[in-house]
T-cell receptor, first 119, second 114 residues
Framework: DTEVTQTPKHLVMGMTNKKSLKCEQH?????MYWYKQKAKKPPELMFV???????INESVPSRFSPECPNSSLLNLHLHALQPEDSALYLC??????????????????FGAGSRLTVL | AQTVTQSQPEMSVQEAETVTLSCTYD???????LFWYKQPPSRQMILVIR??????QNATENRFSVNFQKAAKSFSLKISDSQLGDAAMYFC???????????FGTGTRLQVFP
């Protein structure tokens, strides 16, 4: 299995809703990422988990809450979002950089994304 | 802080021809990784090619090759024998050896004409 699977593919929510985005990989990768991508822009890093611990939080508003229940799963819990949070949310995974000599080390494998629309 | 610059917002190429996409970066680190990712309209981000900074030899992957100039901090992507399926947004990206953070350039939209 060489894929990162994201669900749902599309999500529409109101500003008072609580929803979650899910990401799963079975490649044995130990680092997992959330990126936000607006139309015609590059992805912007939000969070990184390394060995199930949050290692990077790019000053993301608290209405986005990441969770890494185990090494294969990554969630992004959404609450009280704003219309400007509408975007494509990309999940990625990679071998931990401590394995950087290995083939594929430091390469991020991305999922197909979840398109979020906040009304 | 590291930055990645792609100065060509859009490029176009005729099918079967060759095109080169430019990328420059700024860093004070001596060891790092550079990448080209492709994002077609289907939106899946796909790795095209990777270069380790400590390797002088330019990376190649079939029709894709890079021109890595470490002193000039330049990392261009050459696509040979362009195909319609190459049409996509191409992002240059940088990752330091001691960080999990992947930094993207602003992207170049490549159109391929038959």
């Amino acid at each position: 299995d060489t894929e990162v699977t994201q669900t749902p593919k599309h999500l529409v929510m109101g500003m008072t809703n609580k929803k979650s985005l899910k990401c799963e990989q079975h490649m044995g990768h130990r680092a997992m990422y959330w990126y936000k991508q607006k139309a015609k822009k590059p992805p912007e890093l939000m969070f990184v988990y390394s060995y199930e611990k949050l290692s990077i939080n790019e000053s993301v508003p608290s209405r986005f809450s990441p969770e890494c229940p185990n090494s294969s799963l990554l969630n992004l819990h959404l609450h009280a979002l704003q219309p400007e949070d509408s975007a494509l949310y990309l999940c990625a995974s990679s071998q931990d950089r401590r394995g950087q000599g290995a083939p594929g080390a430091n390469v991020l494998t991305f999922g197909a994304g979840s398109r979020l629309t906040v009304l | 802080a590291q930055t990645v610059t792609q100065s060509q917002p859009e490029m176009s190429v005729q099918e079967a021809e060759t095109v080169t996409l430019s990328c420059t970066y700024d860093t004070s680190e001596s060891d790092y990784y550079l990448f080209w990712y492709k994002q077609p309209p289907s939106r899946q981000m796909i790795l095209v090619i990777r270069q380790e900074a400590y390797k002088q030899q330019n990376a190649t992957e079939n029709r894709f090759s890079v021109n890595f100039q470490k002193a000039a901090k330049s990392f261009s992507l050459k696509i040979s024998d362009s195909q319609l399926g190459d049409a996509a947004m191409y992002f240059c990206a940088y990752r330091g050896i001691n960080t999990d953070k992947l930094i993207f350039g602003t992207g170049t939209r490549l159109q391929v004409f038959p």
